[in-house]
């Protein structure tokens, strides 16, 4: 049995991933002045970034543009809550 996308996503950040967004800056070989951006998100543990590795990894191996730079943001989506304690006087009716 197959689970949608919603399932394994709450699955994912249920152990732990976050959601990943990587901007790879990017240029070809016959125009090395102009850069380029590319933009992949997906689920990933931080700091190790495995899937990104992956990615990167494959970009490098099959992809003849060359990589300048790549930014990284992550952000875990299930985290645990935060509260604070707020003082109330009053009458609710």
């Not at 992956?54 to 875990?76: C, K, M, N, P, T």
Request: glycine share 4%.
């Amino acid at each position: 049995m197959q689970q949608n996308s919603e399932e394994s996503d709450l699955g994912r950040q249920l152990a732990g991933y976050g959601l990943t967004t990587a901007s790879v800056f990017y240029y070809m070989p016959e125009r090395p002045k102009l850069i380029q951006s590319f933009v992949w998100q997906f689920y990933d543990l931080a700091p190790d970034h495995p899937r990104l590795e992956r990615f990167l990894d494959y970009w490098r191996r099959e992809i003849d543009a060359a990589i300048h730079s790549v930014e990284i943001a992550h952000e875990r989506l299930i985290k645990p809550s935060e509260w604070r304690l707020a003082a109330f006087e009053g009458r609710l009716n």
